[in-house]
């Protein structure tokens, strides 16, 4: 299924998949199989991206449609639709 990526002031996102903003072809249909297959598909510089020390970077938000945010804990019961827009973007923390 067609998935619309965005990521949003995410580091290392435009040298790993050479936009920022892209559509991609989905196997699966979870959250989790997109990270996986995005992985999977651009290599290890996406998994700088996506992963510190072998685990998915906890403070990278998934926002599905501007409005779901998906916690990395649900990302393999998060099933997605064809033609979601998926953000990544980072926790932003404030005081």
């Known amino acids: ?7 949003i002031v995410v580091a290392g996102a435009q040298e790993a998949f050479g936009a920022t903003e892209f559509a991609f072809d989905l196997k699966g249909s979870s959250a989790g199989d997109l990270v996986r297959e995005i ?3 651009y290599g290890s510089l996406s998994k700088r991206v996506f992963l510190t020390n ?3 970077e906890t403070n990278l938000q998934i926002i599905v449609n501007g409005r779901k945010y998906v916690p990395p804990e649900r990302m393999e019961d998060f099933h997605l639709q064809p033609g979601d827009t998926i953000i990544f973007t980072h926790l932003v923390e404030g005081g």
Request: proline residues 0%.
């Open 1 to 7: 299924m067609q998935i619309n990526l965005k990521f």
């Open 39 to 41: 992985i999977s598909k």
């Open 54 to 56: 072998g685990h998915y």
